[in-house]
């Protein structure tokens, strides 16, 4: 469901508040999420902590009040490896016109989610 959606939002601490940024996303083969990034981030500094994070996208239709939501749960790590970071940095393109050239990468420790229903 999450590879279906260009976009959630992505919820950390910084300095022991609760944060939520909207960011765009892709979805690895193993079900990871990785996000784009930039230099000063919270995100990045949480990454760098290995902090648990969670990643939330939705698809909710106004009218019919259905559709679903999921949660992806785990510590979050910056992506070093080059060969990696060069495939993501050509699959997934930051929606803000900003320097974004750091990778974070939430594994999927923990899915849960729902479904609206009539």
């Known amino acids: ?13 910084q300095e022991a508040l609760p944060m939520i940024r909207p960011v765009n996303h892709l979805v690895t083969a193993e079900g990871d999420i990785i996000i784009r990034t930039h230099a ?6 949480s990454a760098t902590q290995s902090a648990v994070v ?3 996208a939705d698809r909710i239709d106004e009218v019919t009040h259905t559709g679903w939501s999921v949660m992806v749960t785990g510590r979050a790590g910056r992506v070093t490896d080059a060969r990696l970071l060069s495939c993501y940095h050509a699959a997934l393109t930051p929606w803000v016109s900003r320097d974004m050239e750091y ?3 939430i594994p999927s420790e923990l899915v849960t989610g729902y479904r609206l229903e009539r």
């Open 1 to 13: 469901m999450l590879a279906g959606v260009p976009m959630g939002r992505v919820g950390f601490t």
């Open 40 to 45: 000063g981030a919270a995100l990045l500094s």
């Open 54 to 56: 969670v990643y939330e």
């Open 103 to 105: 990778m974070v990468r």
